[in-house]
């Protein structure tokens, strides 16, 4: 069979054109084009959260045919009932050139990555891996012919060990164009990059998360951030959940190299705008950190990963690993190495034990804490007498707005808080702005909110009859606002997410011997659980009930237990011994985890 003719897809609110080549979804090019289509499902058409209207042009969708103006006809079927003019991406395939109209939700710009601003006070204690100092030597004569290495070396009266083979082909140019002085950059005894005297010493910490990735770019010689930036981890378009992207990697030829190669773009890009922003050459990066879950880790460093899709769920690699930055394709110093935190079990990763790192006054100060890292995979740590007892919940990105039909990140225009005033649903956005989507807060809130006015009863059934409730997407929903619903299958997604993180909560006191009520610090952590409504928490039976004064919302935990680790080498020391001391348990090995998971299903609080 002939191949299908290229076409031309047109982004007019993106100023942006791109190829697609007749046999991949709009969906499919657009990810390879670098233009951003929420997708929670990674395409796979599970979610409808990837839709686009068709304005000009020709689509063919499950062998229906749509013409200009975007009404397309669904799974084959004909009559008005199968056509409407907003379509899904990953299931539409261009058969003319086309002019497409993205869904606001997927064009508002982000507004929160929780990386907070760069501030003078900021600085951490410095025992840093690399050192960088500014040496003058004597001229070379031909009475004193030592190598330029060993010129260095002497002038620093501290032998060299190794020498990294780029620091070693820039040295003579830069010793000779610099009059004999130059900066040094070195890690122990071993000579990694060199600079002109007077370049900057900085490092790189990054919190790769499963959906946003942090970026802290660090002064190593006064322990100052210099400068912080979040965007979103471009492996959002291969899906929004870890079992997608594990997925693509083992079931598409080339997949887990595309993943990898996305993960190592957002590094660069931190990289790259970090040092833009303060006028830092990014070859002064000379020592970066990065901590993410297991799967980040393993996607980023390119190792297998199909173990960790199925039980037993085993790592490749458990410890710190310490790789030079060139051979993960990361455009910083080209001697630098990237130390990469070390991992607990299961999918417990790197960002769990740096969380633990930063967190460790407040969990310390009790004889019992919970730990918990909300995210779309969430991570409990339960410390009591000694022990920690760590688990992973595969919660999802429902409560981060994900697999949520209205669902969007924390950008301008998403509803982000909700309240029942006077028998209507009063909905607040990010910025002020039109309610183009729900965002992680939001979903939150609007549970408890609809549960509170008996739009939810306990078991999560949307009522029939209530003003408040029309229909979206052929199913019964809760209407936010103008074009913002919360549908049946919305309500559900949430339900099973909430059930996921609270049952892990429940097993692990269980193995600790404890009720809830012995819970003397709760600790909340991630970018998502700053902004979250506590209280909206425990109406919905996400968290025990317990006193407010217990709650602490630390936000971007991980991201400061990985600056911590980048200013001083006491910190990873400390971070391994941590991951070491972690009990992980699988949870699904437990013998009540059906029996527990059933019972936090509803909406009703149940504290044990």
């Not at 002064?284 to 393993?298: F, K, L, Q, R, S």
């Not at 949520?404 to 956005?429: D, K, P, W």
């Not at 909110?449 to 029939?464: E, M, S, T, Y």
Request: aromatic share 4%.
């Amino acid at each position: 069979m002939p191949a299908r003719k290229p076409h031309s897809l047109n982004f007019p609110e993106l100023a942006r054109a791109i190829a697609s080549d007749g046999e991949e979804t709009l969906y499919q090019s657009a990810r390879r084009s670098g233009v951003r289509l929420v997708g929670a499902c990674g395409g796979r058409g599970a979610c409808g959260t990837c839709v686009v209207h068709i304005v000009e042009g020709a689509v063919e969708i499950d062998g229906g045919q749509a013409e200009a103006g975007g009404e397309a006809g669904t799974g084959g079927e004909t009559g008005a009932g199968a056509r409407k003019k907003w379509v899904r991406a990953c299931r539409a395939r261009a058969r003319s050139d086309c002019t497409v109209e993205v869904a606001p939700r997927s064009l508002a710009p982000v507004a929160r990555a929780e990386v907070g601003a760069a501030d003078a006070q900021d600085r951490l204690p410095l025992d840093p891996a690399v050192i960088g100092q500014d040496v003058t030597v004597p001229e070379a004569t031909l009475s004193d012919t030592l190598s330029d290495v060993d010129r260095i070396a002497r002038a620093m009266a501290l032998p060299l060990d190794a020498v990294d083979l780029h620091a070693a082909c820039r040295l003579p140019q830069v010793m000779r164009d610099g009059g004999w002085s130059l900066r040094v950059y070195r890690r122990g005894r071993e000579l990694i990059g060199v600079a002109p005297a007077g370049s900057r010493t900085l490092g790189l910490a990054v919190d790769l998360g499963t959906t946003n990735a942090a970026g802290f770019l660090v002064d190593l010689e006064s322990g100052v951030r210099l400068a912080s930036l979040g965007i979103e981890n471009p492996q959002v378009a291969w899906g929004a959940d870890l079992i997608s992207r594990i997925n693509h990697a083992t079931r598409v030829a080339g997949g887990g190299e595309e993943l990898r190669a996305a993960a190592v773009a957002a590094l660069n890009a931190l990289a790259h705008d970090l040092c833009r922003a303060v006028g830092a050459h990014i070859e002064e990066i000379v020592d970066v950190t990065v901590c993410g879950n297991t799967a980040m880790h393993h996607l980023l460093l390119g190792l297998p990963v199909s173990q960790l899709g199925r039980a037993p769920f085993v790592a490749a690699v458990r410890d710190a690993v310490d790789v030079k930055a060139r051979e993960l394709g990361l455009a910083v110093n080209p001697g630098a190495c990237v130390h990469l935190a070390p991992n607990v079990g299961g999918f417990v990763g790197g960002d769990h034990v740096t969380t633990l790192l930063a967190t460790e006054r407040q969990w310390r100060a009790v004889p019992a804490s919970l730990v918990m890292d909300i995210g779309t995979n969430t991570e409990i740590s339960l410390i009591h007498g000694g022990a920690h007892l760590t688990a992973s919940c595969p919660s999802g990105p429902a409560l981060e707005g994900g697999h949520i039909s209205c669902g969007m990140r924390a950008a301008e225009g998403a509803i982000e808080r909700v309240s029942y005033e006077e028998g209507r649903i009063v909905a607040r956005t990010i910025g002020g702005r039109q309610a183009v989507g729900l965002c992680g807060s939001g979903v939150l809130d609007a549970l408890a909110v609809l549960h509170r006015a008996r739009i939810v009863d306990d078991r999560g059934r949307l009522a029939a009859g209530h003003a408040a409730v029309g229909e979206a997407n052929g199913q019964r929903a809760a209407v936010l606002a103008p074009g913002v619903a919360l549908t049946q299958d919305d309500v559900r997604a949430v339900q099973l997410a909430k059930a996921a993180i609270r049952t892990g909560t429940e097993l692990l006191l269980r193995e600790a011997g404890l009720r809830a009520d012995g819970i003397g610090r709760f600790v909340i952590a991630g970018a998502f659980g700053a902004y979250i409504d506590v209280q909206s928490g425990i109406e919905i039976g996400l968290f025990p009930e317990l006193p407010p004064e217990r709650f602490v919302q630390v936000g971007n935990a991980a991201g400061v237990g990985i600056r911590m680790m980048l200013a001083s080498q006491a910190a990873r020391v400390r971070a391994r011994e941590l991951a070491e001391g972690c009990r992980y348990i699988e949870l699904s090995t437990c013998p009540d985890f059906q029996k527990t998971f059933l019972n936090h299903i509803g909406f009703g609080r149940k504290d044990t």
